[in-house]
């Protein structure tokens, strides 16, 4: 699996590139800029992009908006974000295209190594991996509107299980009801966001981002 990594601070970026050479992947670029990461992701096409939001040359949301324009040129790019905050205005704006496996997490996670390494896999596979501080905080800025508001609070709490890249089986276990119970919920969700069975949509993902662009 080819990763681009995109990190302005040395000693992050070389214990990245270390940790996920660890464990199979290969990183094929290791960037500290915007520029130099669009670059990056033009050339090599990397089966997933572990992107800094803050990046010279602005240090405000250039990593961000390197691979929005590298998802605009290469439509379904993966790409996992990575902040020192919960900014709710990125994450957003990340989802607005509908395409391609997202993630959003804060640097302190990357200390889980496991759960760090499952996250980039997941964003490479198509799937989602959102923090789950910022599912928390976006579900409170959006619990209001719908068809969001339609959920019961049961179902809003599946969805933001699902939205960190939880399966069925995890979410069962978390809730600490059956696999059963929680395909209930996801059916009942996806009935709820007008989520129709098709064989090209993953609704799961459909689903997490309807719930994230509110």
């Not at 090599?44 to 040359?57: C, E």
Request: hydrophobic share 45%; glycine share 8%; proline share 4%.
């Amino acid at each position: 699996m080819r990763v681009v990594i995109a990190e302005d601070l040395l000693l992050l970026r070389d214990g990245l590139i270390r940790l996920l050479q660890a464990h199979g992947f290969e990183v094929v670029a290791a960037v500290e800029s915007g520029p130099e990461l669009r670059a990056a992701l033009t050339e090599h096409k990397p089966d997933v992009a572990v992107v800094d939001v803050r990046l010279p040359p602005t240090f405000t949301d250039e990593g961000l908006r390197a691979a929005i324009e590298a998802r605009r040129t290469m439509p379904g790019l993966p790409v996992l974000v990575l902040s020192q905050y919960v900014e709710q205005l990125y994450a957003r704006e990340l989802l607005s295209d509908r395409s391609g496996g997202v993630g959003y997490l804060l640097k302190d996670r990357i200390s889980d190594v496991r759960q760090f390494v499952d996250a980039v896999r997941r964003v490479a596979d198509g799937g989602t991996a959102m923090d789950p501080e910022v599912v928390a905080q976006l579900l409170t800025s959006r619990e209001r509107d719908a068809p969001l508001g339609t959920l019961t609070p049961r179902e809003k709490e599946v969805l933001g299980l699902m939205a960190e890249g939880r399966s069925n089986a995890a979410i069962a276990g978390r809730m600490f009801v059956t696999e059963k119970a929680v395909g209930k919920h996801t059916n009942n969700i996806f009935t709820k966001l007008g989520l129709h069975q098709h064989e090209d949509d993953n609704r799961r993902v459909l689903a997490v981002l309807a719930y994230l662009n509110g």
